[in-house]
T-cell receptor, first 115, second 114 residues
Framework: GAVVSQHPSWVICKSGTSVKIECRSL??????MFWYRQFPKQSLMLMAT?????????EQGVEKDKFLINHASLTLSTLTVTSAHPEDSSFYICSAWQGLGTEAFFGQGTRLTVV | AQTVTQSQPEMSVQEAETVTLSCTYDTSESDYYLFWYKQPPSRQMILVIRQEAYKQQNATENRFSVNFQKAAKSFSLKISDSQLGDAAMYFC???????????FGKGTKLTVNP
């Protein structure tokens, strides 16, 4: 089946620095990718929709200047957490659909810890 | 806006027994898809089963089957012959036919007892 690869799996960064998370569709092209945030023991919360070649669409309450999304190619979307703070520590997951209505494939997730 | 409700935060089942996880949803649309995703301790999201709203027949994937009651807006998951590897968080999800966005329920944590 289709694979979505997310990197890194975990990252620790210092408060005030920026960290980039990559999401790649390995064997299919994805014009749209999605970024989620998951707090411990909670569900996935959609942060933004990443659109290839255009601006991302952010969900209400998500700071677009804090969470920068770039979808520069049909197989790669990146999420950059800028000026990270401890409250940004979370599990971030990306996903992409292979064919409308079939199945959303998810990356392995990235555990971000800001110290 | 569409909502997905999973009323069972936690469930447990004995190995080899059957368990049913509940999910209800609210929508005014006629074209949509419903999914059950499994998230084991590794936190990798895995599709368990998918149901198209226009299909009357309940979807089945090996030990996993759904009871799709469109009028009642109910979409429960039945796991037969439960195995230790079935222990995970299970999320019910809704997708509108005209969108790629998934709306997730809060999840049900399933424990399988040996």
């Amino acid at each position: 089946g289709a694979v979505v690869s997310q990197h890194p799996s975990w990252v620790i960064c210092k408060s005030g620095t920026s960290v980039k998370i990559e999401c790649r569709s390995l064997d299919f092209q994805a014009t749209t990718m999605f970024w989620y945030r998951q707090f411990p023991k909670q569900s996935l919360m959609l942060m933004a929709t990443s659109n290839e070649g255009s601006k991302a669409t952010y969900e209400q309450g998500v700071e677009k200047d804090k969470f920068l999304i770039n979808h520069a190619s049909l197989t790669l979307s990146t999420l950059t957490v800028t000026s990270a703070h401890p409250e940004d520590s979370s599990f971030y997951i990306c996903s992409a659909w292979q064919g409308l209505g079939t199945e959303a494939f998810f990356g392995q997730g990235t555990r971000l810890t800001v110290v | 806006a569409q909502t997905v409700t999973q009323s069972q935060p936690e469930m447990s089942v004995q190995e080899a027994e059957t368990v049913t996880l509940s999910c209800t949803y609210d929508t005014s649309e006629s074209d949509y898809y419903l999914f059950w995703y499994k998230q084991p301790p590794s936190r990798q999201m895995i599709l368990v089963i998918r149901q198209e709203a226009y299909k009357q027949q309940n979807a089945t994937e090996n030990r996993f089957s759904v009871n799709f009651q469109k009028a009642a807006k109910s979409f429960s998951l039945k796991i037969s012959d439960s195995q230790l590897g079935d222990a995970a968080m299970y999320f019910c999800a809704y997708r509108s036919g005209g969108s790629e966005k998934l709306v997730f329920g809060k999840g049900t944590k399933l424990t399988v007892n040996p």
